[in-house]
Each structure stands twice: as structure tokens, then as C-alpha cells.
């Protein structure tokens, strides 16, 4: 799905995508994001109240297409 988007994204014209809130403590869907070439470039501290770790931060993810 990421690819798709990343593909149809340039097709389309765009120069670059930014994902506004990825939760921290969710590692799997940074790595995710990280191996699509997304890059942490902000971070919202205490953005996101977890069930279990309270409030924890979101990250703004960024790629250059």
C-alpha cells in the first residue's frame, strides 16, 4: 500500500510525502514507515494518550519522492 501511494504520489506530481502522527511507541509501524524511506523530521511531545505508557509522543515522517 505504501509503495502504491509513494508510485501514484509522483505520478501525480508530488515532490515529497509527510505522515503528521505516527505514534513513538509504536515501533512496528515506524520501522514500516522507515523501510519506505520515511524519516522522523518532527516529533509532538506528549500528543498521544496510550492505554498503557500515558501520553507519549507522535512523529511527523517525511520522504523526498
Known amino acids: 500500500m505504501c509503495q502504491h501511494s509513494l508510485e501514484t504520489a509522483k505520478r501525480l506530481g508530488f515532490t ?4 503528521n502522527f505516527v505514534v513513538s511507541t509504536n515501533a512496528s509501524a515506524v520501522r514500516a514507515w522507515e523501510r519506505c524511506g520515511f524519516a522522523a523530521v518532527g ?3 506528549g500528543a498521544f494518550q496510550h492505554k498503557e505508557h500515558g501520553f507519549v509522543d507522535a512523529l511527523v515522517m517525511f520522504r523526498e519522492l
Open 43 to 45: 516529533r509532538l511531545p
Open 16 to 19: 515529497a510525502m509527510q505522515f
